[in-house]
Protein backbone atom coordinates (compact mmCIF):
# COMPACT_ATOMS: atom_id res chain seq x y z
CA UNK A 1 0.00 0.00 0.00
CA UNK A 2 1.42 3.17 -0.63
CA UNK A 3 1.76 6.03 2.22
CA UNK A 4 -0.69 8.24 2.18
CA UNK A 5 -0.56 12.02 2.79
CA UNK A 6 0.89 14.83 1.30
CA UNK A 7 2.34 15.10 -2.78
CA UNK A 8 2.55 10.88 -3.10
CA UNK A 9 -0.66 10.12 -5.53
CA UNK A 10 -3.25 7.83 -4.49
CA UNK A 11 -3.62 4.97 -7.09
CA UNK A 12 -6.86 3.88 -8.66
CA UNK A 13 -7.61 0.62 -10.47
CA UNK A 14 -10.06 0.48 -12.48
CA UNK A 15 -11.97 -3.57 -13.09
CA UNK A 16 -13.99 -2.82 -16.60
CA UNK A 17 -13.47 -0.71 -19.44
CA UNK A 18 -17.50 -1.13 -21.15
CA UNK A 19 -19.37 2.22 -21.11
CA UNK A 20 -19.07 3.06 -17.53
CA UNK A 21 -15.33 2.46 -16.77
CA UNK A 22 -14.04 4.24 -20.11
CA UNK A 23 -15.99 7.44 -18.78
CA UNK A 24 -14.31 6.60 -15.40
CA UNK A 25 -10.66 6.72 -17.31
CA UNK A 26 -11.72 9.68 -19.32
CA UNK A 27 -12.61 11.92 -16.15
CA UNK A 28 -9.58 10.66 -14.09
CA UNK A 29 -7.56 11.64 -17.29
CA UNK A 30 -9.01 14.95 -17.60
CA UNK A 31 -9.90 16.37 -14.14
CA UNK A 32 -6.85 14.92 -12.52
CA UNK A 33 -5.53 18.45 -11.52
CA UNK A 34 -9.32 19.64 -10.50
CA UNK A 35 -9.56 16.28 -8.48
CA UNK A 36 -6.05 16.55 -6.65
CA UNK A 37 -6.88 19.70 -5.57
CA UNK A 38 -10.26 18.39 -3.96
CA UNK A 39 -9.05 15.49 -2.87
CA UNK A 40 -5.57 17.05 -1.18
CA UNK A 41 -2.84 14.71 -3.16
CA UNK A 42 -2.87 13.55 -6.90
CA UNK A 43 -4.84 10.71 -7.75
CA UNK A 44 -3.39 8.74 -10.56
CA UNK A 45 -4.49 5.67 -12.55
CA UNK A 46 -2.56 2.56 -12.06
CA UNK A 47 -4.17 0.31 -14.01
CA UNK A 48 -7.45 -0.71 -15.84
CA UNK A 49 -8.66 -4.95 -16.14
CA UNK A 50 -10.07 -5.70 -19.74
CA UNK A 51 -11.43 -8.70 -21.04
CA UNK A 52 -9.72 -8.40 -24.16
CA UNK A 53 -6.22 -6.31 -24.75
CA UNK A 54 -7.27 -4.90 -28.55
CA UNK A 55 -11.15 -4.52 -27.85
CA UNK A 56 -12.04 -1.24 -29.15
CA UNK A 57 -12.85 1.14 -26.48
CA UNK A 58 -14.36 4.82 -26.17
CA UNK A 59 -11.57 5.71 -24.61
CA UNK A 60 -7.70 5.49 -24.75
CA UNK A 61 -5.99 4.01 -22.28
CA UNK A 62 -1.96 3.94 -22.33
CA UNK A 63 -1.34 0.27 -23.56
CA UNK A 64 1.29 0.41 -20.45
CA UNK A 65 -2.06 0.28 -18.19
CA UNK A 66 -3.92 -2.34 -19.29
CA UNK A 67 -4.03 -5.90 -18.15
CA UNK A 68 -6.19 -8.81 -18.55
CA UNK A 69 -5.01 -10.00 -15.32
CA UNK A 70 -7.68 -8.43 -12.96
CA UNK A 71 -7.14 -10.27 -9.71
CA UNK A 72 -3.36 -9.08 -9.91
CA UNK A 73 -4.58 -5.39 -10.51
CA UNK A 74 -6.99 -5.42 -7.74
CA UNK A 75 -4.40 -7.07 -5.20
CA UNK A 76 -1.82 -4.77 -6.09
CA UNK A 77 0.00 -3.50 -2.79
CA UNK A 78 0.71 -0.70 -4.41
CA UNK A 79 -3.05 0.12 -5.34
CA UNK A 80 -5.03 2.74 -2.97
CA UNK A 81 -8.76 2.30 -4.60
CA UNK A 82 -10.03 -0.38 -6.97
CA UNK A 83 -13.47 0.68 -8.65
CA UNK A 84 -15.53 -2.13 -9.85
CA UNK A 85 -17.05 -1.62 -12.85
CA UNK A 86 -17.51 -5.56 -14.51
CA UNK A 87 -20.83 -6.32 -12.97
CA UNK A 88 -22.57 -9.19 -12.51
CA UNK A 89 -21.82 -11.75 -9.20
CA UNK A 90 -18.06 -13.37 -10.09
CA UNK A 91 -15.45 -12.67 -10.63
CA UNK A 92 -17.06 -9.18 -9.23
CA UNK A 93 -17.47 -10.94 -5.68
CA UNK A 94 -13.67 -11.92 -5.72
CA UNK A 95 -12.01 -8.95 -7.04
CA UNK A 96 -13.71 -7.17 -4.62
CA UNK A 97 -12.51 -9.05 -1.42
CA UNK A 98 -9.31 -9.54 -3.20
CA UNK A 99 -9.33 -5.60 -3.01
CA UNK A 100 -10.13 -5.49 0.69
CA UNK A 101 -8.20 -7.92 2.26
CA UNK A 102 -5.03 -6.29 0.06
CA UNK A 103 -5.96 -2.80 2.08
CA UNK A 104 -7.05 -0.87 -1.23
CA UNK A 105 -10.69 0.87 -0.59
CA UNK A 106 -13.83 -0.11 -3.54
CA UNK A 107 -16.26 2.07 -5.48
CA UNK A 108 -18.74 -0.29 -7.15
CA UNK A 109 -21.46 -0.01 -9.44
CA UNK A 110 -22.87 -3.53 -8.80
CA UNK A 111 -26.42 -3.38 -7.98
CA UNK A 112 -26.63 -6.95 -8.59
CA UNK A 113 -23.79 -7.94 -6.78
CA UNK A 114 -25.14 -5.54 -3.38
CA UNK A 115 -28.70 -7.01 -3.69
CA UNK A 116 -27.36 -10.56 -3.75
CA UNK A 117 -24.22 -10.61 -1.27
CA UNK A 118 -23.79 -7.04 0.15
CA UNK A 119 -23.57 -8.15 3.90
CA UNK A 120 -20.20 -10.21 2.61
CA UNK A 121 -18.81 -7.35 0.94
CA UNK A 122 -19.70 -5.01 4.10
CA UNK A 123 -18.01 -7.45 6.28
CA UNK A 124 -15.29 -7.61 4.73
CA UNK A 125 -14.54 -3.42 4.32
CA UNK A 126 -15.35 -3.59 8.16
CA UNK A 127 -12.51 -6.24 8.70
CA UNK A 128 -10.12 -4.27 6.37
CA UNK A 129 -11.32 -0.67 7.95
CA UNK A 130 -11.50 0.47 4.14
CA UNK A 131 -14.64 2.10 2.45
CA UNK A 132 -16.85 0.26 0.02
CA UNK A 133 -19.32 3.05 -1.84
CA UNK A 134 -21.69 2.28 -4.56
CA UNK A 135 -23.75 5.36 -5.53
CA UNK A 136 -23.63 4.21 -8.56
CA UNK A 137 -25.74 1.36 -8.16
CA UNK A 138 -28.97 2.78 -8.01
CA UNK A 139 -30.18 5.20 -10.08
CA UNK A 140 -27.13 6.29 -12.43
CA UNK A 141 -25.98 9.75 -11.57
CA UNK A 142 -28.88 10.38 -8.83
CA UNK A 143 -27.40 11.08 -5.67
CA UNK A 144 -29.79 8.87 -3.35
CA UNK A 145 -27.82 6.58 -1.30
CA UNK A 146 -25.83 9.21 0.64
CA UNK A 147 -28.67 11.59 0.95
CA UNK A 148 -30.04 7.96 2.71
CA UNK A 149 -27.19 6.83 4.48
CA UNK A 150 -25.60 10.42 5.66
CA UNK A 151 -28.05 13.71 4.91
CA UNK A 152 -31.52 11.70 6.42
CA UNK A 153 -29.26 10.11 8.91
CA UNK A 154 -30.63 11.71 11.74
CA UNK A 155 -34.67 11.22 10.17
CA UNK A 156 -36.62 8.51 10.20
CA UNK A 157 -37.82 7.51 6.37
CA UNK A 158 -41.13 5.89 6.25
CA UNK A 159 -41.73 5.08 2.14
CA UNK A 160 -39.00 5.09 -0.80
CA UNK A 161 -41.12 4.98 -4.26
CA UNK A 162 -38.69 4.84 -7.53
CA UNK A 163 -38.72 4.51 -10.90
CA UNK A 164 -35.38 2.79 -11.02
CA UNK A 165 -35.32 1.81 -14.04
CA UNK A 166 -35.29 3.83 -17.67
CA UNK A 167 -35.96 1.49 -19.99
CA UNK A 168 -39.33 0.53 -18.42
CA UNK A 169 -40.03 3.64 -17.77
CA UNK A 170 -39.20 5.05 -21.50
CA UNK A 171 -42.01 2.21 -22.51
CA UNK A 172 -44.62 3.13 -20.08
CA UNK A 173 -44.16 6.68 -21.08
CA UNK A 174 -44.49 5.75 -24.83
CA UNK A 175 -47.30 3.47 -24.41
CA UNK A 176 -49.17 6.43 -22.40
CA UNK A 177 -48.46 9.55 -25.22
CA UNK A 178 -48.55 7.02 -28.47
CA UNK A 179 -51.60 4.34 -26.73
CA UNK A 180 -49.47 1.70 -28.51
CA UNK A 181 -49.37 -1.75 -27.20
CA UNK A 182 -46.26 -3.22 -25.02
CA UNK A 183 -45.09 -5.71 -27.79
CA UNK A 184 -44.81 -3.02 -30.43
CA UNK A 185 -43.25 -0.09 -27.99
CA UNK A 186 -40.60 -2.90 -26.51
CA UNK A 187 -39.62 -3.12 -30.53
CA UNK A 188 -39.45 0.36 -31.29
CA UNK A 189 -37.20 1.27 -27.56
CA UNK A 190 -35.31 -1.95 -28.72
CA UNK A 191 -35.13 -0.30 -32.31
CA UNK A 192 -33.57 2.67 -30.74
CA UNK A 193 -31.36 1.44 -28.41
CA UNK A 194 -33.71 2.54 -25.41
CA UNK A 195 -34.06 -0.76 -24.59
CA UNK A 196 -31.41 -4.20 -24.70
CA UNK A 197 -32.18 -6.95 -27.43
CA UNK A 198 -32.48 -9.40 -24.13
CA UNK A 199 -34.76 -7.31 -22.28
CA UNK A 200 -35.40 -9.56 -19.68
CA UNK A 201 -34.01 -8.09 -16.53
CA UNK A 202 -35.18 -4.72 -17.29
CA UNK A 203 -38.95 -5.61 -18.30
CA UNK A 204 -39.21 -8.36 -15.95
CA UNK A 205 -38.02 -5.99 -13.28
CA UNK A 206 -35.12 -8.33 -12.11
CA UNK A 207 -32.58 -4.81 -12.11
CA UNK A 208 -35.43 -2.35 -10.26
CA UNK A 209 -35.64 -5.28 -7.53
CA UNK A 210 -32.00 -5.03 -6.93
CA UNK A 211 -31.92 -1.06 -6.67
CA UNK A 212 -35.23 -1.43 -4.10
CA UNK A 213 -33.22 -3.82 -1.81
CA UNK A 214 -30.66 -1.99 -1.60
CA UNK A 215 -32.64 1.47 -1.03
CA UNK A 216 -34.90 -0.77 1.16
CA UNK A 217 -31.91 -1.61 3.42
CA UNK A 218 -30.51 1.82 3.73
CA UNK A 219 -33.62 3.14 4.29
CA UNK A 220 -34.71 1.00 6.90
CA UNK A 221 -31.07 -0.35 8.36
CA UNK A 222 -31.92 -3.16 8.08
CA UNK A 223 -30.58 -6.87 5.57
CA UNK A 224 -32.89 -6.52 2.19
CA UNK A 225 -31.92 -8.82 -0.98
CA UNK A 226 -33.48 -8.75 -4.30
CA UNK A 227 -34.95 -12.34 -2.94
CA UNK A 228 -36.80 -10.73 -0.56
CA UNK A 229 -38.79 -8.32 -3.13
CA UNK A 230 -41.81 -8.95 -4.72
CA UNK A 231 -41.41 -8.48 -8.31
CA UNK A 232 -43.70 -8.29 -11.13
CA UNK A 233 -42.87 -6.81 -14.58
CA UNK A 234 -44.28 -4.51 -17.38
CA UNK A 235 -44.91 -7.77 -20.11
CA UNK A 236 -48.45 -7.72 -18.57
CA UNK A 237 -49.45 -4.28 -19.45
CA UNK A 238 -51.63 -3.53 -21.91
CA UNK A 239 -52.89 -0.49 -24.07
CA UNK A 240 -56.24 -0.36 -22.28
CA UNK A 241 -54.49 -0.58 -18.94
CA UNK A 242 -52.92 2.12 -19.89
CA UNK A 243 -56.16 4.51 -20.92
CA UNK A 244 -57.90 3.02 -17.52
CA UNK A 245 -54.97 5.01 -16.34
CA UNK A 246 -55.40 8.16 -17.72
CA UNK A 247 -59.52 7.82 -17.45
CA UNK A 248 -59.02 8.39 -14.21
CA UNK A 249 -56.53 10.83 -14.10
CA UNK A 250 -53.54 8.46 -13.67
CA UNK A 251 -50.20 7.10 -15.25
CA UNK A 252 -49.37 3.58 -15.03
CA UNK A 253 -45.60 3.32 -13.62
CA UNK A 254 -42.89 0.74 -12.78
CA UNK A 255 -42.49 1.57 -9.50
CA UNK A 256 -39.71 0.37 -6.68
CA UNK A 257 -41.51 0.23 -3.22
CA UNK A 258 -39.95 -0.14 0.19
CA UNK A 259 -42.39 0.97 2.76
CA UNK A 260 -42.04 0.88 6.65
CA UNK A 261 -45.40 -0.64 8.03
CA UNK A 262 -45.98 -0.49 11.64
CA UNK A 263 -48.73 -2.95 13.59
CA UNK A 264 -50.91 -1.67 16.26
CA UNK A 265 -48.91 -3.52 18.67
CA UNK A 266 -45.63 -1.01 17.58
CA UNK A 267 -43.71 -4.09 15.37
CA UNK A 268 -42.51 -2.60 12.84
CA UNK A 269 -41.67 -4.49 8.90
CA UNK A 270 -40.69 -3.47 5.95
CA UNK A 271 -42.39 -4.18 2.94
CA UNK A 272 -40.58 -4.39 -0.87
CA UNK A 273 -42.02 -4.94 -4.04
CA UNK A 274 -41.52 -4.05 -7.67
CA UNK A 275 -44.38 -3.50 -10.19
CA UNK A 276 -46.16 -1.53 -12.33
CA UNK A 277 -49.26 0.86 -10.19
CA UNK A 278 -50.99 3.28 -11.28
CA UNK A 279 -50.07 6.81 -9.49
CA UNK A 280 -52.08 10.21 -9.99
CA UNK A 281 -50.80 12.35 -12.38
CA UNK A 282 -50.29 15.07 -9.71
CA UNK A 283 -47.80 12.97 -8.04
CA UNK A 284 -44.35 14.54 -8.74
CA UNK A 285 -43.49 10.94 -10.18
CA UNK A 286 -45.77 10.69 -12.90
CA UNK A 287 -43.78 13.52 -14.36
CA UNK A 288 -40.80 11.34 -15.04
CA UNK A 289 -40.62 10.76 -18.60
CA UNK A 290 -38.76 8.85 -21.28
CA UNK A 291 -36.04 7.01 -19.46
CA UNK A 292 -35.06 9.63 -16.78
CA UNK A 293 -35.14 7.99 -13.21
CA UNK A 294 -36.80 9.43 -9.88
CA UNK A 295 -36.62 8.57 -6.49
CA UNK A 296 -39.62 10.13 -4.35
CA UNK A 297 -38.86 9.60 -0.28
CA UNK A 298 -41.21 10.13 2.53
CA UNK A 299 -39.35 10.82 6.19
CA UNK A 300 -41.02 11.68 9.74
CA UNK A 301 -39.20 15.27 9.73
CA UNK A 302 -38.30 16.07 6.39
CA UNK A 303 -41.18 15.33 4.59
CA UNK A 304 -41.52 14.51 1.06
CA UNK A 305 -38.17 14.74 -1.09
CA UNK A 306 -37.56 14.07 -4.31
CA UNK A 307 -33.96 13.10 -6.49
CA UNK A 308 -34.26 13.19 -10.51
CA UNK A 309 -31.80 12.53 -13.09
CA UNK A 310 -30.59 10.34 -15.53
CA UNK A 311 -30.48 6.50 -14.67
CA UNK A 312 -28.22 5.17 -16.54
CA UNK A 313 -25.28 5.40 -19.17
CA UNK A 314 -21.65 5.55 -19.21
CA UNK A 315 -21.38 9.42 -18.32
CA UNK A 316 -23.86 9.59 -15.83
CA UNK A 317 -22.93 6.22 -13.92
CA UNK A 318 -19.30 7.67 -13.85
CA UNK A 319 -19.85 10.43 -12.42
CA UNK A 320 -21.44 8.70 -9.47
CA UNK A 321 -18.88 6.88 -9.03
CA UNK A 322 -15.86 9.61 -9.20
CA UNK A 323 -17.96 11.00 -5.97
CA UNK A 324 -17.20 8.12 -4.66
CA UNK A 325 -13.74 8.08 -5.97
CA UNK A 326 -13.14 11.42 -4.16
CA UNK A 327 -14.76 10.23 -0.99
CA UNK A 328 -12.83 7.40 -0.37
CA UNK A 329 -9.35 9.55 -1.50
CA UNK A 330 -10.22 11.64 1.06
CA UNK A 331 -10.80 9.48 3.77
CA UNK A 332 -7.76 7.29 3.15
CA UNK A 333 -5.74 10.68 3.35
CA UNK A 334 -7.66 11.45 6.89
CA UNK A 335 -6.88 8.04 7.84
CA UNK A 336 -10.84 7.63 8.73
CA UNK A 337 -13.52 5.70 6.74
CA UNK A 338 -17.29 6.93 6.13
CA UNK A 339 -20.15 4.84 7.56
CA UNK A 340 -20.58 1.22 7.50
CA UNK A 341 -23.23 -0.74 6.78
CA UNK A 342 -26.18 -0.47 9.25
CA UNK A 343 -28.44 -2.75 9.86
CA UNK A 344 -29.20 -2.33 13.48
CA UNK A 345 -32.89 -2.36 12.91
CA UNK A 346 -33.22 -6.06 11.58
CA UNK A 347 -36.89 -5.33 10.84
CA UNK A 348 -38.57 -8.35 9.31
CA UNK A 349 -39.79 -8.22 5.71
CA UNK A 350 -44.23 -8.71 5.35
CA UNK A 351 -44.99 -10.88 2.84
CA UNK A 352 -46.64 -9.84 0.08
CA UNK A 353 -49.99 -11.14 0.95
CA UNK A 354 -50.26 -8.68 3.97
CA UNK A 355 -48.83 -5.78 2.05
CA UNK A 356 -51.82 -2.80 2.28
CA UNK A 357 -52.36 -0.51 -1.11
CA UNK A 358 -55.40 0.05 -3.02
CA UNK A 359 -56.18 -1.70 -6.23
CA UNK A 360 -57.74 -0.96 -9.48
CA UNK A 361 -59.98 -4.21 -10.85
CA UNK A 362 -61.59 -4.01 -14.32
CA UNK A 363 -64.44 -6.23 -14.95
CA UNK A 364 -66.14 -7.42 -18.19
CA UNK A 365 -70.12 -8.41 -16.90
CA UNK A 366 -73.89 -9.35 -17.80
CA UNK A 367 -75.51 -6.25 -18.12
CA UNK A 368 -78.23 -6.71 -15.91
CA UNK A 369 -80.63 -6.09 -12.60
CA UNK A 370 -78.58 -7.32 -9.50
CA UNK A 371 -74.81 -7.57 -11.30
CA UNK A 372 -73.36 -4.67 -9.58
CA UNK A 373 -74.45 -5.29 -6.18
CA UNK A 374 -73.52 -8.65 -6.80
CA UNK A 375 -69.59 -7.72 -7.52
CA UNK A 376 -69.79 -5.27 -4.73
CA UNK A 377 -70.45 -8.19 -2.13
CA UNK A 378 -67.45 -10.32 -3.65
CA UNK A 379 -65.36 -7.34 -2.63
CA UNK A 380 -67.12 -6.91 0.96
CA UNK A 381 -66.80 -10.78 1.64
CA UNK A 382 -63.28 -10.15 1.76
CA UNK A 383 -63.65 -7.23 3.67
CA UNK A 384 -62.21 -5.04 0.67
CA UNK A 385 -64.09 -1.56 0.85
CA UNK A 386 -64.75 0.32 -2.38
CA UNK A 387 -63.54 3.98 -3.11
CA UNK A 388 -65.50 4.46 -6.41
CA UNK A 389 -67.32 2.63 -9.20
CA UNK A 390 -67.19 3.54 -12.75
CA UNK A 391 -70.00 1.73 -15.07
CA UNK A 392 -69.81 1.70 -19.10
CA UNK A 393 -72.50 -0.26 -20.57
CA UNK A 394 -71.83 -2.18 -24.13
CA UNK A 395 -74.78 -3.77 -25.38
CA UNK A 396 -75.68 -6.53 -22.88
CA UNK A 397 -72.42 -6.45 -21.44
CA UNK A 398 -70.94 -3.37 -19.63
CA UNK A 399 -67.54 -2.58 -17.72
CA UNK A 400 -67.03 -2.10 -14.39
CA UNK A 401 -64.11 -0.11 -12.76
CA UNK A 402 -63.73 -0.80 -9.15
CA UNK A 403 -61.19 1.36 -7.13
CA UNK A 404 -60.62 -0.04 -3.88
CA UNK A 405 -59.16 1.30 -0.64
CA UNK A 406 -56.44 0.43 1.08
CA UNK A 407 -56.89 -3.33 1.38
CA UNK A 408 -54.29 -6.77 1.71
CA UNK A 409 -52.86 -8.19 -1.06
CA UNK A 410 -54.20 -11.38 -0.21
CA UNK A 411 -57.55 -9.94 0.31
CA UNK A 412 -57.47 -8.66 -3.08
CA UNK A 413 -56.36 -12.00 -4.75
CA UNK A 414 -59.37 -13.97 -3.09
CA UNK A 415 -61.67 -11.22 -4.18
CA UNK A 416 -60.12 -11.68 -7.89
CA UNK A 417 -60.21 -15.31 -7.70
CA UNK A 418 -64.04 -15.36 -6.45
CA UNK A 419 -65.22 -12.90 -9.27
CA UNK A 420 -63.73 -15.26 -11.44
CA UNK A 421 -65.81 -17.98 -10.38
CA UNK A 422 -68.92 -15.63 -10.70
CA UNK A 423 -71.44 -16.40 -13.80
CA UNK A 424 -72.44 -12.76 -14.45
CA UNK A 425 -69.04 -12.04 -14.87
CA UNK A 426 -67.39 -12.59 -18.20
CA UNK A 427 -64.05 -11.50 -17.24
CA UNK A 428 -61.27 -9.64 -14.78
CA UNK A 429 -59.70 -7.73 -17.46
CA UNK A 430 -57.08 -5.82 -15.82
CA UNK A 431 -56.13 -5.70 -11.95
CA UNK A 432 -53.78 -3.34 -11.04
CA UNK A 433 -52.43 -1.90 -8.09
CA UNK A 434 -53.21 2.01 -7.50
CA UNK A 435 -50.13 4.32 -5.20
CA UNK A 436 -49.22 7.65 -4.70
CA UNK A 437 -52.57 8.88 -3.41
CA UNK A 438 -54.62 8.89 -0.76
CA UNK A 439 -55.69 5.78 1.16
N1 LIG B 1 -30.93 -1.06 -17.54
C1 LIG B 1 -31.11 -0.07 -16.53
C2 LIG B 1 -32.23 0.87 -16.93
C3 LIG B 1 -29.89 0.74 -16.23
O1 LIG B 1 -32.88 0.66 -17.95
O2 LIG B 1 -32.46 1.81 -16.20
C4 LIG B 1 -28.87 -0.01 -15.43
O3 LIG B 1 -29.34 -0.34 -14.16
Known amino acids: MSDEGGDKPLKVAVLGCGSVGSQVVRLLTEQSDDLAARVGAPVELAGVAVRRLDAQREVEVPAGLLTTDAAGLAGREDVDIVVEVIGGIEPARS ?28 EAAAKAGRDLDYEAAVAGAIPILRPLRESLAGDRVTRVLGIVNGTTNYILDKMDSQGAGYDETLAEAQELGYAEADPTADVEGFDAAAKCAILASLAFHSRVTA ?10 VTAADVQSAKDMGCVVKLLSIAELRTDPDGTEAVSVRVHPAMIPRSHPLASVRGAFNAVFVETDAAGQLMFYGPGAGGSPTASAVMGDLVTVARNRLSETRGAGESAYADRAVLPMG ?18 LAAVAQAFARH ?29 LAATVEELRTMDTVREVTSVMRVEGGEE
Not at 95 to 121: C, H, M, Q, R
Not at 356 to 369: C, G, K, L, N, Q
Not at 401 to 409: E, I, L, P, T, Y
Open 383 to 411: DVSIQTVRQEGRDEEAQLVVVSHAASDAA
Open 95 to 122: LILTALEGGASVVTANKALLAEDGPTLF
Open 227 to 236: ADVHREGIAD
Open 354 to 371: ETRTRYHVAIDVDDRAGV
